[in-house]
């Protein structure tokens, strides 16, 4: 039985938390056809349990309790786990969030076992192999999960999210894990608003358009904002960017910012350092501009223009603006 921990937000499962139970079927289709059970931490309601089913859950572990309101990863863990021992789970999985990572992390340490992080792949049921993302999403590992329960995290964008072709029942049982005190020292007392993303929703864009130091100061985005409108794209911009104070930090795309899969990324004067790779190396294709081809980013790209963006974006917008008449 796969046990899959599901995120959740005012709009139901959170769009990787899908993608992870879309990876579960794939993974229960290897192993015959095993059920699927999802645990839900906070609120409740039919539209998700509905929302579940579409993606063949067949039992909802739900834990709404009060002590639970405010996110504890320990507490969370223990959670997880009492679902699995209710459940008789063999795989435990979340989404590669840093909650995600956070939780799983705690229940492969109560129950003795290795954890995969940030996993984009498996291979064989016996022995079962993984293929995740290290070094930032730089390089790949094969890792082998030989201990039960097995116990991993799925990669942002790893597969794309899609309803199962026949609906479960998400019957929906209430979990009530036994918490002690230590479970719940380290929790979240307090939250901020994030800033408005006044460029779109960056991580579901399929079509993302990226400027790095190239642009050379906060005055130099007319041409690539220009670019992105034509395009109906978001805007993404590199770490360095937002430490130079030259565009908010909602927009930067990287380890620590947005991960973005989207169909065409256009970065424009971005180097492509690891971290920054690591937020966008599942995009469908590159288009990279930039005056160093030797770049990572011009390397790794689909395709690349050798060039000042200044130059070649302003081109770029001139042709579709022809074409379009």
């Known amino acids: 039985m796969i046990l899959v921990l599901v995120e959740t937000d005012a ?24 059920p699927i059970d999802a645990v839900v931490i906070g609120s409740m309601t039919d539209g998700l349990r509905q929302q579940l089913a579409s993606y063949g859950v067949r039992t909802v572990h739900h834990a709404g309790s ?51 992080a940030n996993v984009l792949s498996f291979s064989g049921l016996s022995p079962f192999v993984v293929t995740r993302q290290v070094v930032g999403g730089a390089a790949l590992e094969e890792m082998r999960l030989d201990q039960r329960p097995a116990v991993f995290t ?14 479960g029942e998400a019957t929906v049982v209430e979990c009530r894990p036994a918490l002690t005190e230590a479970d719940l020292v380290a929790r979240v007392v307090s939250t901020d608003e994030p800033e408005p993303d006044l460029s779109g929703s960056l991580k579901s864009a399929r079509v993302v358009v ?25 805007l993404g911009v590199s770490r360095v960017v937002t430490s130079l104070g030259w565009r908010p930090h909602h927009e930067q795309v990287g380890q ?11 970065p424009c004067g971005i180097s492509g350092a690891i971290q920054h790779w690591a ?8 288009l990279a501009i930039n005056t160093d081809p030797d770049a990572p980013m011009v390397t790794k790209a689909t395709h690349a223009v050798i060039g000042d963006l200044h130059e070649v974006v302003p081109a770029i917008s ?8």
């Not at 937020?279 to 590159?286: S, V």
């Not at 001139?318 to 008449?325: M, P």
Request: glycine letters at 14%.
């Open 66 to 116: 009060d002590d639970l309101a405010a996110f504890a990863g320990a507490a969370w863990a223990a959670t997880v786990q009492a679902a699995r021992e209710a459940a008789g789970s063999v795989v435990v999985m979340a989404a590669g969030t840093p909650r995600g990572n956070e939780v799983l992390a705690h229940v492969a340490a109560r129950t003795g076992v290795a954890m995969a």
């Open 210 to 234: 990226g400027a790095g130091r190239g642009a050379g100061s906060a005055d130099g985005f007319a041409d690539i904002l220009e670019l992105t409108e034509l395009l109906g794209a978001s």
């Open 279 to 286: 937020g966008c190396a599942t995009a469908k294709n590159i």
């Open 318 to 325: 001139a042709e579709i603006r022809r074409r379009r008449g």
């Open 154 to 167: 799925v990669a942002g964008h790893a597969v794309e999210p899609s309803p199962a072709p026949t609906p």
């Open 256 to 266: 620590t910012g947005s991960r973005i899969s989207p169909d065409l990324y256009i």
């Open 11 to 34: 709009a139901g499962a959170v769009e990787v938390s899908r993608e992870s139970l879309t990876f579960a079927r794939d993974l229960s289709a290897a192993g015959g056809g095993v």
